[in-house]
């Protein structure tokens, strides 16, 4: 498998990216109560594939391990964490998307839905990946009745690539839609 992590990596670890209403940051432990207080609502974790938060030390495990990931963001609207962005590389995508390529995941909590702040933050991350990585392309998924989901990557430039199945935290199969975007010559 080729190398396409060709920047310091020891810089991205504290990098932050900027946009014009939000801020994409490292989570930090400290994090760790807001976090639950926004994941913990079941109309938010089971529509992105993954269950509720049942406690604040939940929370803190999920920033300890899956949120610590390199590429993975805390969105930040007037210092409050709202939500996490992130370019999953293999083998941490939910598929296998081939070389060269990365997986596009958000969530946003729903106090701040309907206001456009998952796509303007996954634009700057999409960006910074283009920018930064060897990635030619960028995937991402939603389940099918996810619709809101299904806009944002409308709004950015993704295009249809397949329908595929896959296993929910319960077991449960479940219906998906794969959508790409390429990098622009």
């Not at 992130?86 to 390529?101: A, I």
Request: with cysteine; hydrophobic share 35%; glycine share 6%.
């Amino acid at each position: 498998m080729q190398n396409i992590f060709n920047i310091n990596r020891t810089k991205l670890k504290a990098m932050i990216l900027k946009t014009t209403n939000l801020k994409l940051r490292p989570w930090n432990e400290s994090d760790a109560e807001c976090l639950y207080h926004f994941a913990k609502n079941p109309n938010v974790g089971p529509i992105a594939g993954w269950p509720p938060h049942e406690s604040i030390q939940d929370s803190l495990n999920i920033i300890k391990t899956i949120f610590s990931k390199k590429e993975t963001y805390a969105i930040v609207k007037d210092n409050i964490p709202i939500g996490c962005a992130g370019l999953l590389f293999h083998p941490d995508t939910n598929h296998w998307w081939g070389e060269n390529s990365a997986e596009l995941g958000y969530w946003i909590a729903e106090e701040y839905w309907g206001r456009g702040y998952a796509a303007e933050a996954s634009q700057k991350l999409i960006e910074h990946g283009f920018n930064n990585y060897d990635i030619k392309t960028i995937y991402a998924t939603y389940r099918i009745e996810n619709k809101q989901s299904k806009r944002v990557l409308e709004k950015l430039g993704f295009k249809y690539y397949t329908e595929m199945q896959n296993e929910n935290y319960l077991g449960k199969i479940f219906k998906e839609i794969a959508v790409k975007l390429e990098r622009k010559p």
